[in-house]
């Protein structure tokens, strides 16, 4: 092996961990070096995740408008097709841009990228393969190799006809028909993508309702709307076998009670029953890096593992959920306490957004785990039916939910259903870091007509009655 540089710090991945840590560690005026294998930065997140998925549901949301809602405006368009490979090229475009804008942000902040397959050596050394074989010195090493999707064993991924999100995220025809296993983030996600764009799609999910980490109140709702814009969706369900047969996949259903037996036959399927975290042929058990039982690196409060100078963020934790804003807020964390800096991350204040139409977006724990915890809550919900600016978009899915303490109108979580969701959450968010009751939301200026101000409602509903309901 050729012995190369010494570094402050190397970091393995350029996920939104790895390469985040990367550049705020730079910024801190650390000497860094970032290895990935991929040949591009950005992870999953940007290569095959959050980045590629959110280009195919902007465009199918487009193409589903123009098709069936734009008449009622006013709109006439006398024919609306669809050309797949060119919104796949226009997908790939947006993923190019950013992935190498990150490169970018390398060379304007020095971090050193190394392109191979990183593994540890012990002693602070970090072996990388690529077009050579070099090893390296730091005397920080920080792992954020981030996950992978999770196969069923009696269906091996093809990424054609048996799919992970990255083969359904590159279909060049829409499937007549597609299965989704696991009606979690992705498949709801990417089913919406396919359906909207003409496939039939059934979804199969082992527990009793879909999202099972979502409140249920709002989850059933989700259930009503998604079911209503066609998606076929049996809860309670298992695929228990399947196979490929000349081009389709024949998949073996039993109801979880064992009643009810079913064949579904497909043109392709979407396994999407969760992510495992990826730490194959990193050398961990050679170093001895303790992991958990399901296979997660386990780190303290300062994401050091059990081993002196060696540190882990993002998915291949033990802790949080598999996000990329979460992996991004672990990077700088862990960056600024390399620099002695004391770093912040609030674990119960991390958005979860599902970027279907209407999306739905909740901050704080469901109202179920609230209630086990043995508080007095208090809970309101404003719909989008009487919001003015939802009834002019003609788009009045969904509602806001807020649970508070019962005697300190404390906010503890919020859930909107609605097509503005995702970005809506933020000020959920920023008002639970600060500590912030439903009264200060609701004593806020919302603009009118705004979306927003249906959260102000439902939190004029906690602690007083709201104008519009
Ligand atoms: P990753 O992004 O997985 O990055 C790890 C990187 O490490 C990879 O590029 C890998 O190639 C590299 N690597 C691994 N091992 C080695 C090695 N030994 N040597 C060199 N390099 C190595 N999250 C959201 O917050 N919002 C979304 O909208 C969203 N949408 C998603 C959609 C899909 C279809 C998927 C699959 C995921 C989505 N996620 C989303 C989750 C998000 O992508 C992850 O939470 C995030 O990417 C985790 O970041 P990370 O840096 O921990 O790991
Ligand atoms: P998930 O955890 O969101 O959902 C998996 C679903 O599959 C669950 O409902 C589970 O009950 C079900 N399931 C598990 N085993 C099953 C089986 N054998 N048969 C039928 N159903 C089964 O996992 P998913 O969708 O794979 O996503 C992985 C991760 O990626 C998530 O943790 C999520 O955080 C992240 N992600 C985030 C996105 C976002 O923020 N918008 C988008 C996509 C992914």
């Known amino acids: ?72 405006y006013g709109i006439d368009i006398p024919s609306v097709s669809m050309d797949i490979p060119k919104m796949q090229g226009t997908k790939a475009k947006s993923v190019t841009r950013l992935t190498g804008g990150i490169e970018l942000l390398f060379k304007k902040n020095k971090v050193t990228y190394y392109k191979g ?16 074989t070099e090893v390296h010195e730091a005397d920080k090493i920080l792992i954020a ?60 999910e082992f527990m009793d309702r879909i999202c099972p980490f979502m409140d249920a109140d709002v989850g059933k709702e989700f259930h009503r709307i998604l079911k209503k814009q066609g998606l076929q969706i049996k809860t309670s369900t298992k695929v228990v076998a399947g196979k490929v047969e000349g081009g389709q996949v024949i998949l073996e259903l039993e109801s979880v009670d064992g009643a009810k037996k079913e064949t579904l036959q497909a043109n392709a399927v979407l396994v999407s029953v969760g992510r495992r975290p990826f730490t194959d042929g990193l050398g961990l058990d050679k170093v001895g890096v303790e992991l958990n039982a399901k296979k997660f690196i386990v780190v303290d409060d300062h994401f050091k593992t059990n081993k002196d100078g060696i540190y882990a963020v993002g ?13 991004e807020d672990e990077g700088i964390c862990v960056a600024e306490m390399f620099a002695g800096k004391a770093g912040h991350i609030n674990y119960d204040t991390i958005p979860n957004v599902i970027y279907t139409h209407p999306e739905v977006a909740w901050v704080g724990k469901t109202e179920e785990d609230l209630k086990k915890e043995g508080r007095k809550l208090k809970t309101s919900k404003f719909p989008f039916q009487a919001n003015s600016r939802a009834v002019t978009n003609v788009d009045t899915e969904g509602f806001v939910k807020v649970v508070t303490d019962a005697d300190t109108d404390r906010l503890l979580s919020m859930s909107i259903i609605n097509s503005n969701a995702g970005e809506a959450i933020a000020e959920a968010v920023l008002a639970m870091e600060y500590s912030g009751s439903a009264e200060d939301i609701g004593r806020t200026c919302h603009a009118h007509p705004t979306l927003s101000e249906a959260i102000k409602e439902a939190c004029m509903a906690a602690y007083d009655k709201p104008i519009h309901v």
């Not at 730079?26 to 998925?53: F, H, M, W, Y």
């Open 1 to 72: 092996f050729i012995q190369l540089a010494k570094h402050d710090l190397i970091v393995i991945g350029g996920g939104p961990g790895g390469y985040v840590a990367a550049i705020k560690a730079a910024q801190l005026g650390l000497n860094v070096a970032c290895v990935e294998k991929r040949g591009t930065l950005g992870g999953t997140c940007l290569n095959v995740g959050c980045i590629p998925s959110k280009a195919l549901l902007n465009a199918s949301h487009h193409y589903h408008d123009a098709k069936h809602k734009f008449a009622g």
């Open 117 to 132: 397959f990183a593994s540890l050596e012990g002693d602070k050394k970090v072996k990388v393969v690529g077009e050579t």
């Open 145 to 204: 190799t981030g996950s992978e999707p999770i196969e069923l064993p009696f269906l091996k991924f093809d990424e054609k006809v048996v799919c992970s999100s990255t083969g359904a995220l590159d279909f060049q025809e829409v499937p007549a028909h597609l299965v989704v296993i696991g009606a979690g983030v992705i498949g709801l996600e990417l089913g919406s993508v396919w359906s909207r764009l003409g496939s039939k799609v059934t979804v199969v």
């Open 315 to 327: 998915d291949v934790i033990h802790r949080g959920p598999m996000l990329a804003h979460k992996a």
